[in-house]
DNA sequence: AAAATTATTGAATAAATATGCAAAAAGCTA
DNA sequence: TAGCTTTTTGCATATTTATTCAATAATTTT
């Protein structure tokens, strides 16, 4: 399944470079060699949070946009990878656990992406509740996951079925 | 001329209300008794630096979008219940968003009502997951937390249902 | 105040974006 | 792997937004 990683390639590409249209986004993706169609751009703008706004010189140009509600916008950058040391399902809901005293950290950084998909996390010293939307199926909050956190789930390998006592 | 004032009108609806095109604009300005074509609310948008971006709740808005580089930006607009931003029913449990901090003062103060209904809250920084009691319907709980904090649902208005991509 | 210049606007239309729907692809389960 | 479910996608098209061009209104100059 090709769209995670067209994805990351849209998200990069209206980061670095000024694209002013979906059109002109899907050259650039042609000239990667990732071919879809503008309707498959404009959703994947919609769900990565990507908005044509003014950009300064007079023009339009893409970008991933803060959401209303003033969420608190965040450095784009962060290092947050490193510190998720796990990911695991549970009664519809989604535990990450993370290196100690990590947790709130990254909590509160998905927390600002305010994705639609997530209704809220709560966070401990070193594990993150991750509520899905009612309406939300695990692998839809998992692919969610995924865009904010990319690299997730190939960074941090599916735990095996472990032993319980019974 | 009449621009400078439809500017600034222009400017409070977008970041009062939710517009979510610029049709919708054009009648809320009529309802005003300023009257113009679409082809004036396009130009008057892009000089206010405004864009039409995802708004967090699968829909689309217009609001004055910074330059990207992105600064830190905080609600402005809650007034009877100061802290509390959302409020989301998911796998029938209830999540309440406050404003960062303010998530262990709020579910202290429900859990003290000690209202059955509610089998226990958890918080963390600026989130808060209000667990009803098994037999208890979703609207039983909120009306409980209507009770508990007049105003409630009134305030947060519910949030539309979203788009997910699928 | 008339003429000259600049800015604003609407009508029509071009350009760009979003979406319903059906089909294809990917995942799952047994 | 066959059958079933969910997700992704393209096509066609509806919806929305931007722009061209001509006209009108405002502003400045003489």
Do not use: W
């Amino acid at each position: 399944m090709q769209k995670a990683k067209r994805l990351s390639v849209i998200e990069k590409l209206i980061t670095d470079e000024n694209i002013s249209s979906q059109d002109v986004l899907l050259r650039k993706l042609r000239a990667r060699s990732i071919r879809c169609t503008q309707a498959t751009l404009s959703r994947d703008l919609r769900q990565l949070g990507a908005g044509r706004i003014v950009d300064g010189k007079g023009g339009y140009k893409y970008a991933i946009t803060d959401n209303p509600g003033g969420r608190i916008s965040m450095p784009a950058n962060i290092q947050l990878l490193p510190v998720i040391r796990d990911i695991v399902d549970a009664k519809g809901l989604i535990v990450i656990r993370t290196l100690p005293g990590n947790a709130s950290n990254t909590a509160f950084y998905i927390d600002n992406t305010s994705r639609y998909e997530i209704a809220g996390t709560i966070a401990g010293d070193d594990t993150i509740l991750i509520i899905p939307r009612d309406g939300i199926s695990n692998s839809q909050a998992h692919t969610c996951l995924e865009i904010i956190l990319p690299g997730l789930h190939e960074q941090v390998k599916k735990s095996k079925p472990g032993y319980v006592n019974q």
